[in-house]
């Protein structure tokens, strides 16, 4: 049995990596293949027998991009509701939290209760009176429509009250002791203790928002207000006879997120590891 | 400190939000929502809109524009968040549902004595109610014909394009070609499955050919369940059944390639098989009557239309219809107007106003826009009525069911009629209460 | 004591509020304001952005509304909006029913990958980071832009899937545009995009398993099998519940990716419920039935959790 098992190690080795490999290849070539075709002519990309690679680079289709596309514009208006939703979902939720893990007062379960039966609704059974409330409010085409509804979560609420819970009483009392406000307390001892958690409700929520699609459909209408998965929708119609060029157009606003993922890669996964085992 | 920090975040965050919903104060400003989307598109409208706002300063025109599969939706969402636009170029089966939402405004007497007096009535009725109440400016017209690709119909061995329904099933099964791995190479009739009107429209056409009817002439009752109806829709199970078509494969994309014999389609699509490289539009695109059922006598055809219309809730309405009626009317004797030329030039279609079918006559004179000229005398318009929309694409789902081998002709009409009399009926019912 | 950190109950509380001098009590009452403080903002917007339009939502599924139309001027149906869905829109119960096979490949697909690659990468393997991060670059990708790499990798003219396999000698395939394939294909992409998510929390779970009771297995000459078979699937299986709800969940509420690739075409072939709920509710301006729809899904993914919970807890204690 032992003897087998050494024998068949190594060959059992190269086929991990193979199978590995072979994962990696899928998953990466759609992105690769994106870009290829995004130097290509529109011709080329038509052409019988098909080509594999652009005869020459054409750099010129992503300059081309400028003059249709206010791709800035996009970019701003992602960074810019995203940062707004996933700075409000970690304040409100790591307050909320707090009260809840840290404080008795009236009302505390029931409330909590709550909270814990919105968790369970599904985005979709609240649209249209969303839609209709932020209507009421006159917020569609507005940074506020796109982002206020955003800004607490259910899920939110609970995870973080879930870390605060674990923290020693302790802690809070020798505070209280020394004379720290409440807020004091919660600024200086509790939103440190909590970080890994809130780098992970940050990470999701961020890549949540950032991709949002459905909602921004129904609330946004004008151009300087579109994010970037409106903005590929749109490219969508403006290059339907230019695949060359929606390729382009989507890498552009694709490959930049990718880059700041792989460089921040450890905290989306350590964060996202950490919700498997909490959730 | 740090609670300080952060009461100031906030408040700056509320600021921000506070700021960006405070709109700048601004001379008259009019938004035109349309679904010409393209590069070339996009620059045609800003150069009329340009021209527009350099012969009136005080007016400054946005465009907004959204894929043809969104613009029903944002016409409804933005109005009901009371950020509608303030004119609208929108298809006109849409007209009964928005009117009875009381979307749309009532066009100035003048907009109404001059379409009055330069449209033909039969484009007028198709931008009309059933109460008479015309509603905007009808811009193209477009019926429908059979566009085939002579080398294809020549290489099987046909140098003239089909007359009736046996021909059309020969010559579409004789131009398919499937290659030894299966795979479909080269294919008779295309159709545009995905899409309602690539569906539903083709099938009208035949439908009228056939000597049937879509809905009763009083809009009330749906009539394409009938055996002229039937017919129609077996035609296209005989032509999957010999391999003259195939759903999966796109007429509206592969037909330009080179690769697709017949497609029932409309006149804007020039721009599109000028550019093609798999046909040459001079010498290899052809347009043919739509071919005649065993019931039909004549050919026929269906025309649909678009029109320029303000909203209800614009509070810039005078400068709407100035605007529509600027870019509709004829400025200089002979010119033709701004949209005609957009028409015309730009997507190939058919323009309603009767100075723009004389100034652009020219260019309408080619081979291929000249025969869709003579089909709009005699095609039937699209019939419009309150829940249209919903009705069209039940039709639509049920052809595309039928051409995938899914249900039968007659199961297919039975289920649509009977959903389409209850929204029609369920409609009218709405109207009255 | 619990009670330092506010008003545990009723007497403390009356006392506090009769006599604010008392520095305790009104320490404690200024704390359990804080606590409504905190609290206070996440609840009303909870309650204006969800709990709120829940019951909207199920008060205008009993009714048939434009949305053009004023609210309090809606024409009551009662439950014939529920009816007709259950018993006669085609479209509503074929969509259904793709969208549960969209589910169960998509869910059974993605549990599969996740757990085999999560095993690979949890073995002596070299570069663990680096397959981690291109496993997980879909993740992060906006779907909206999946489904146009997509649209263009399996089109059926020039799509390069199509070129490779006909170069190969195989028949072009329709793919997203054939009846028969444009669901799968979608589960194909729906795969691909989470299925880095699903093994990066294997691997997290597998790490977790302490590394003693594979040794002890060891010990009692236990095979790789049957390790994997009575020590990693047992105390997996809380991962395993919450990736099979997680992703059911999801997968049932799928839209961004059918929308931008088929748009339910051809034939209803890959509508999905949210997809016929858009589409009944912002094109047929029909919110009374789309909003009964959004009732109906939510019921029977309540039930799946439920069901999911029970299979996969029960077991769990049974061993």
């Given at each position: 049995m032992k003897d087998e098992r050494t024998f068949l190690q190594p060959i059992g080795l190269t086929l991990k990596y193979v199978v590995l490999a072979v994962g990696a290849f899928i998953m990466v070539f759609p992105f690769i293949w994106m870009i290829i075709a995004s130097l290509m002519t529109a011709g080329e990309i038509q052409l019988r027998p098909p080509v594999w690679l652009p005869a020459e680079p054409q750099f010129s289709n992503y300059s081309d991009l400028a003059d249709s596309i206010p791709m800035g514009?996009?970019?701003?208006?992602?960074?810019?509701?995203?940062?707004?939703?996933?700075?409000?979902?970690?304040?409100?939720?790591?307050?909320?939290?707090?009260?809840?893990?840290?404080?008795?007062?009236?009302?505390?379960?029931?409330?909590?209760?709550?909270?814990?039966?919105?968790?369970?609704?599904?985005?979709?059974?609240?649209?249209?009176?969303?839609?209709?409330?932020?209507?009421?409010?006159?917020?569609?085409?507005?940074?506020?429509?796109?982002?206020?509804?955003?800004?607490?979560?259910a899920y939110g609420i609970f995870l973080m009250r879930q870390f605060i819970i674990t923290l020693p009483d302790e802690l809070i009392d020798a505070a209280r002791i020394d004379g720290?406000?409440?807020?004091?307390?919660?600024?200086?001892?509790?939103?440190?203790?909590?970080?890994?958690?809130?780098?992970?409700?940050?990470?999701?929520?961020?890549?949540?928002?950032?991709?949002?699609f459905l909602w921004p459909l129904l609330v946004i209408n004008s151009r300087e207000l579109m994010t970037l998965p409106l903005g590929i929708n749109s490219m969508k119609s403006l290059y339907a006879d230019n695949t060359n060029l929606l390729m382009a157009g989507t890498a552009v606003?694709?490959?930049?997120?990718?880059?700041?993922?792989?460089?921040?890669?450890?905290?989306?996964?350590?964060?996202?590891?950490?919700?498997?085992?909490?959730? | 400190m740090y609670p300080k920090r952060l009461l100031s975040c906030l408040a700056l965050l509320a600021l921000l939000v506070a700021f960006s919903a405070v709109p700048l104060a601004q001379e008259t400003t009019l938004t035109m929502l349309t679904h010409w989307g393209t590069e070339d598109q996009l620059a045609a409208q800003q150069a009329i809109i340009d021209a527009y706002m350099?012969?009136?300063?005080?007016?400054?025109?946005?465009?907004?524009?959204?894929?043809?599969?969104?613009?029903?939706?944002?016409?409804?969402?933005?109005?009901?968040?009371?950020?509608?636009?303030?004119?609208?170029?929108?298809?006109?089966?849409?007209?009964?549902?928005?009117?009875?939402?009381?979307?749309?405004?009532?066009?100035?007497?003048?907009?109404?004595?001059?379409?009055?007096?330069?449209?033909?009535?039969?484009?007028?009725?198709?931008?009309?109610?059933?109460?008479?109440?015309?509603?905007?400016?009808?811009?193209?017209?477009?019926p429908y014909l059979l566009?085939?690709?002579?080398?294809?119909?020549?290489?099987?061995?046909?140098?003239?394009?089909?007359?009736?329904?046996?021909?059309?099933?020969?010559?579409?099964?004789?131009?398919?070609?499937?290659?030894?791995?299966?795979?479909?190479?080269?294919?008779?009739?295309?159709?545009?499955?995905?899409?309602?009107?690539?569906?539903?429209?083709?099938?009208?056409?035949?439908?009228?050919?056939?000597?049937?009817?879509?809905?009763?002439?009083?809009?009330?009752?749906?009539?394409?369940?009938?055996?002229?109806?039937?017919?129609?829709l077996q035609l296209y199970a005989d032509l999957v059944a010999n391999g003259g078509t195939d759903p999966s494969i796109s007429g509206l994309g592969d037909f330009p390639s080179g690769t697709v014999g017949m497609v029932i389609m409309a006149p804007w699509w020039r721009a599109t098989l000028r550019a093609a490289e798999g046909i040459d539009f001079d010498s290899e695109v052809g347009v043919a009557e739509i071919p005649v059922g065993p019931s039909g006598e004549a050919p026929s055809s269906i025309a649909y239309t678009w029109l320029f219309a303000v909203d209800s809730n614009s509070p810039n309405k005078p400068a709407a219809w100035d605007f529509i009626h600027w870019m509709n009317a004829e400025h200089e004797e002979g010119a033709g107007s701004a949209i005609g030329d957009f028409l015309v030039n730009a997507l190939g279609a058919i323009p309603s106003f009767s100075h723009d079918q004389a100034a652009f006559a020219d260019s309408m004179s080619d081979h291929y826009v000249s025969a869709f000229v003579a089909a709009s005398a005699y095609a039937r318009p699209e019939q419009i009525v309150a829940g249209g929309q919903e009705i069209k694409t039940l039709l639509q789902v049920e052809i595309e069911a039928v051409l995938t081998g899914m249900t039968t002709p007659e199961d297919a009409l039975a289920s649509v009629e009977m959903q389409a009399n209850a929204i029609l009926e369920e409609q009218r019912m709405m109207a009255e209460e | 004591m619990k009670t330092q950190y506010g008003v545990i109950d009723a007497p403390?509380?009356?006392?506090?509020?009769?006599?604010?001098?008392?520095?305790?009590?009104?320490?404690?009452?200024?704390?359990?304001?804080?606590?409504?403080?905190?609290v206070s903002a996440p609840i009303i917007a909870l309650l204006v952005f969800l709990l709120g339009p829940i019951l909207f939502s199920g008060w205008v599924s009993l009714h048939r509304w434009d949305m053009l139309s004023p609210v309090d001027e809606m024409p009551w149906r009662g439950l014939s909006n529920y009816v007709f869905l259950l018993t006669k829109d085609r479209v509503f119960l074929k969509s259904l029913g793709n969208t549960f096979l969209f589910a169960i490949g998509g869910v059974g697909a993605n549990t599969a990958l996740g757990l085999g690659f999560a095993?690979?990468?949890?073995?002596?393997?070299?570069?663990?980071?680096?397959?981690?991060?291109?496993?997980?670059?879909?993740?992060?990708?906006?779907?909206?832009?999946?489904?146009?790499?997509?649209?263009?990798i399996f089109d059926r003219n020039f799509g390069i899937v199509n070129n490779v396999i006909t170069a190969f000698g195989l028949p072009r395939q329709p793919f997203l545009s054939g009846p028969s394939q444009a669901l799968m294909t979608l589960v194909f992409i729906a795969v691909y995009q989470f299925v880095g998510?699903?093994?990066?929390?294997?691997?997290?779970?597998?790490?977790?398993?302490?590394?003693?009771?594979?040794?002890?297995?060891?010990?009692?000459?236990?095979?790789?099998?049957?390790?994997?078979?009575?020590?990693?699937?047992?105390?997996?299986?809380?991962?395993?519940?919450?990736?099979?709800?997680?992703?059911?969940?999801?997968?049932?509420?799928?839209?961004?990716?059918?929308?931008?690739?088929?748009?339910?075409?051809?034939?209803?072939?890959?509508?999905?419920?949210?997809?016929?709920?858009?589409?009944?509710?912002?094109k047929f301006s029909r919110m009374g039935r789309a909003s009964a729809m959004a009732f109906i899904l939510f019921a029977i993914i309540m039930l799946i959790t439920l069901i999911q919970v029970r299979l996969l807890q029960d077991r769990t204690y049974q061993e």
């Open positions: 514009r996009l970019y701003f208006n992602s960074v810019f509701t995203s940062g707004l939703i996933v700075f409000g979902v970690l304040l409100s939720s790591s307050l909320a939290g707090f009260a809840f893990a840290k404080y008795r007062f009236p009302g505390r379960e029931f409330l909590f209760y709550v909270i814990l039966a919105t968790m369970m609704i599904p985005f979709f059974v609240t649209l249209i009176p969303v839609f209709f409330i932020v209507r009421q409010l006159g917020w569609i085409d507005t940074y506020q429509g796109l982002v206020v509804p955003g800004l607490t979560s720290a406000s409440e807020l004091r307390i919660f600024w200086r001892i509790v939103v440190p203790l909590v970080k890994p958690a809130l780098a992970t409700l940050g990470t999701f929520t961020f890549i949540g928002s950032w991709n949002a606003a694709v490959i930049p997120m990718l880059i700041v993922f792989i460089f921040l890669q450890r905290y989306f996964i350590q964060g996202i590891a950490l919700t498997g085992l909490k959730g | 350099a012969e009136n300063p005080d007016v400054a025109v946005e465009l907004v524009t959204v894929d043809f599969g969104e613009l029903r939706t944002k016409i409804i969402t933005g109005r009901t968040a009371g950020i509608s636009a303030d004119v609208y170029h929108f298809y006109h089966l849409w007209l009964p549902d928005f009117v009875n939402a009381g979307v749309l405004a009532e066009p100035t007497q003048d907009a109404l004595s001059y379409i009055d007096e330069n449209v033909a009535q039969g484009t007028i009725d198709a931008v009309s109610t059933s109460d008479g109440q015309t509603w905007g400016y009808p811009t193209e017209v477009n566009v085939y690709n002579k080398r294809l119909l020549a290489e099987a061995g046909y140098d003239a394009p089909p007359a009736n329904w046996e021909e059309l099933k020969e010559i579409a099964a004789a131009i398919t070609q499937v290659d030894d791995t299966g795979a479909i190479t080269q294919l008779g009739l295309g159709v545009m499955a995905g899409w309602d009107s690539g569906i539903v429209h083709p099938f009208s056409a035949l439908l009228y050919s056939n000597g049937g009817n879509y809905l009763s002439a009083d809009r009330r009752v749906a009539e394409f369940n009938s055996p002229q109806g039937i017919e129609t | 403390a509380a009356k006392a506090a509020s009769l006599l604010p001098d008392m520095p305790k009590s009104a320490l404690m009452r200024r704390r359990m304001l804080w606590a409504y403080v905190f095993l690979l990468l949890n073995s002596r393997i070299r570069g663990r980071t680096l397959w981690r991060v291109l496993y997980f670059m879909p993740v992060i990708t906006a779907p909206l832009a999946l489904a146009v790499m997509f649209s263009f998510y699903y093994i990066v929390i294997f691997l997290a779970g597998l790490q977790g398993i302490p590394q003693d009771y594979y040794d002890a297995a060891q010990v009692d000459g236990a095979g790789k099998f049957q390790e994997f078979r009575f020590i990693t699937l047992p105390l997996l299986r809380p991962v395993m519940l919450f990736v099979v709800v997680t992703n059911t969940i999801g997968a049932l509420q799928v839209f961004d990716l059918v929308f931008a690739t088929t748009g339910g075409a051809p034939a209803n072939s890959s509508m999905t419920v949210v997809l016929h709920m858009y589409n009944t509710a912002f």
